[in-house]
Each structure stands twice: as structure tokens, then as C-alpha cells.
T-cell receptor, first 110, second 114 residues
Framework: GDSVTQMEGPVTLSEEAFLTINCTYT??????LFWYVQYPGEGLQLLLK?????DKGSNKGFEATYRKETTSFHLEKGSVQVSDSAVYFC?????????FGQGTELSVKP | SAVISQKPSRDICQRGTSLTIQCQVD?????MFWYRQQPGQSLTLIAT?????????ESGFVIDKFPISRPNLTFSTLTVSNMSPEDSSIYLC???????????FGPGTRLLVL
């Protein structure tokens, strides 16, 4: 069945460092791909999405490109801030539902 | 996009009891989804609730344990029945937005079962 695999966390970075969180997927067909963010004590927020191959989703300085050939949707940000500390979930749209990766916790130190 | 509220925001319950979680949306939506997030884990879909029909449950989830109501297009409830400590989780309500399943999530209900 469809599945999403994310890099293990936690990830600890210094402020202004470059961020990459890897996400790969297995799916039949051509799913849409998403990144969600969950700040401490809060619910999930959609960060960005891409609906077809080579689409780039972007929001708040984060971006991810839908790579069909490598079945990947890695999340990147050029310069992280302390306020980016959160758990990040990669997800794909399965048949009638979202399928989530296990989440990657990011901690940004000043 | 839709705004979702959930009640209660958190609760501490005794094993063997039941808790009903409410999900209210500020606009009419066709599909509502209930997810569970166990401690330190990812989100798992429990069921999809459509107004006017029985909820559709995912593998591993049964109606007797997680009965769902969907009386109208803006409201749904999820009951966690006969709770055990393993039911301690965050329960999230979600709706589609603009035709996308990756819609909006509610703030979640944090449940601790003792």
C-alpha cells in the first residue's frame, strides 16, 4: 500500500542554518504531496503542497519539489529560525485519506 | 479556509469510561475525518464521516470502540468507548478544503487515560 518515509529525528540546528528534511513515498498512481507542521501544543497546519511532478510548493521560506523519478518531496529552508522549531510531517493523498510519515522533530537553537 | 473547533481541548479520564469529542466547522463540508496521534507517533486515520451515511472505518478501528455521529454538514462527534491507557492520544478532526483532502485540521483533543 501507499506509504511515506521521513528521515529520523530529532534534528537540531543553529539559527540561520540550512534545513533539509528528507521524505520519500511509495504510491500507486500520482498522489498529491504535502508538508504539515505541528508547533508545540498545537494542531496541524498545512505548510505547503504540490499536486504533480516537478511542482514546487513553497511557504514561509520553506520549499519542496515533487520529484517523481526519485519519489521524493524533501523539505528545505535556507535559513531556519528558532520559531521554526516544531514537528514536520510529510503526507500524501491516498484513496480517500491522507497518509502521513512518522514526523521529524526540528529544534533550532539561538 | 474552514475553521474547526474541538471540545474538549484536553481531558483526563479513568479506564473503562467513555469520552465524546465534538468537532464544529464554521462552514458546510461534505467529508469530515477523524485522526489519532499516539504519543510521539504520526497520524492515523480512524474513520471518514459523511453526513447522512454510516462512517467508514479504517482497518484496525471498529464502530463499537469509536462510534461517530454526523448529524449535519458542520458537526461531528467521535466517542472513545471503554477507554484504556492505550487510548491516550491526540484526536484530531479534519475537513477537506477546496476539494483537497489535505484540508484543515482542528486543534486536537488531548486525552490521557489513567
Amino acid at each position: 500500500g501507499d506509504s511515506v518515509t521521513q528521515m529520523e529525528g530529532p534534528v537540531t540546528l543553529s539559527e540561520e542554518a540550512f534545513l533539509t528534511i528528507n521524505c520519500t513515498y511509495t504510491a500507486t498512481g500520482y498522489p498529491s504531496l504535502f508538508w504539515y507542521v505541528q508547533y508545540p501544543g498545537e494542531g496541524l497546519q498545512l505548510l505547503l503542497k504540490a499536486t504533480k511532478a516537478d511542482d514546487k510548493g513553497s511557504n514561509k521560506g520553506f520549499e519542496a519539489t515533487y520529484r517523481k523519478e526519485t519519489t521524493s518531496f524533501h523539505l528545505e529552508k535556507g535559513s531556519v529560525q528558532v520559531s521554526d522549531s516544531a514537528v514536520y510531517f510529510c503526507a500524501l493523498s491516498g484513496v480517500g485519506k491522507l497518509i502521513f510519515g512518522q514526523g521529524t522533530e526540528l529544534s533550532v537553537k539561538p | 479556509s474552514a475553521v474547526i473547533s474541538q471540545k474538549p481541548s484536553r481531558d483526563i479520564c479513568q479506564r473503562g469510561t467513555s469520552l465524546t469529542i465534538q468537532c464544529q466547522v464554521d462552514s458546510q463540508v461534505t467529508m469530515m475525518f477523524w485522526y489519532r496521534q499516539q504519543p510521539g507517533q504520526s497520524l492515523t486515520l480512524i474513520a471518514t464521516a459523511n453526513q447522512g451515511s454510516e462512517a467508514t472505518y479504517e482497518s484496525g478501528f471498529v464502530i463499537d470502540k469509536f462510534p461517530i455521529s454526523r448529524p449535519n454538514l458542520t458537526f461531528s462527534t467521535l466517542t472513545v468507548s471503554n477507554m484504556s491507557p492505550e487510548d491516550s492520544s491526540i484526536y484530531l478532526c479534519s475537513v477537506e478544503a477546496a476539494g483537497w483532502l489535505a484540508g484543515v485540521f482542528g486543534p486536537g483533543t488531548r486525552l490521557l487515560v489513567l
